[in-house]
T-cell receptor, first 111, second 116 residues
Framework: QQKVQQSPESLIVPEGGMASLNCTFS?????YFWWYRQHSGEGPKALM?????GDKKEGRFTAHLNKASLHVSLHIKDSQPSDSALYFC???????????FGKGTHLHVLP | EAAVTQSPRNKVTVTGGNVTLSCRQT?????MYWYRQDTGHGLRLIHY???????QIGDVPDGYKATRTTQEDFFLLLELASPSQTSLYFC???????????????FGSGTRLTVL
């Protein structure tokens, strides 16, 4: 079944800096990928979805997908303290119609 | 935005106790999910359902039962709770259509369960 590996486990960036989060998947047939963000005390919320190879930009956030290398990344430009959160990547398991999450990356943006 | 409501927010029980976690979604989504979140493990899928009366086994189902009574309501049952089931539990829903494009999951605010 789909396995999702995230890196790094924890990331510290200064305010205004660039944060880069990475994810690799095992299911070569998977078509759909997401980034979710979870602030302390809340449930995860979808940040971005990406279904096609290449870049997808939404404001300060850019997701990149390379299906050949089974790699998805998220880049946060001009990071803000409010971006401090736990970030999950997720992909669908083509065998079972379910979504599998990585273990998460803790992002800390220092003022 | 899709609304998913979980209850209770916090629950404490003893080993061997009987616990039911509740989830209701009000957006007529067909899929509902139960995940547990633990440090170092991320979100792990326990059970899921694609409609009333349906149940699918997730990745960490041992010790858990689930029941989808209506389109809106999905319950997670721990009939003999153990300390290893101490965790943060999330319910989610989505309007999945795997024949077309996949849909986003909408999560509730979670239930923190402590088994003493």
């Amino acid at each position: 079944q789909q396995k999702v590996q995230q890196s790094p486990e924890s990331l510290i960036v200064p305010e205004g800096g660039m944060a880069s989060l990475n994810c690799t998947f095992s299911d070569r047939n998977s078509q759909y990928f997401w980034w979710y963000r979870q602030h302390s005390g809340e449930g995860p919320k979808a940040l971005m979805s990406i279904f096609s190879n290449g870049d997808k930009k939404e404001g300060r956030f850019t997701a990149h997908l390379n299906k050949a290398s089974l790699h998805v990344s998220l880049h946060i430009k001009d990071s803000q303290p409010s971006d401090s959160a736990l970030y999950f990547c997720a992909g669908h398991d083509t065998n079972a119609y379910k979504v599998i999450f990585g273990k998460g990356t803790h992002l800390h943006v220092l003022p | 935005e899709a609304a998913v409501t979980q209850s209770p927010r916090n629950k404490v029980t003893v080993t061997g106790g009987n616990v039911t976690l509740s989830c209701r979604q009000t957006n007529s989504h067909n899929y509902m999910y139960w995940y547990r979140q633990d440090t170092g493990h991320g979100l792990r899928l326990i059970h899921y359902s694609y409609g009333a009366g349906n149940l699918q086994i997730g990745d960490v189902p041992d010790g858990y039962k689930a029941t989808r009574t209506t389109q809106e309501d999905f319950f997670l049952l721990l009939e003999l709770a153990s300390p290893s089931q101490t965790s943060l539990y999330f319910c989610a829903s989505s309007d999945q259509d795997w024949g077309g494009s996949a849909e986003t999951l909408y999560f509730g605010s979670g239930t923190r369960l402590t088994v003493l």
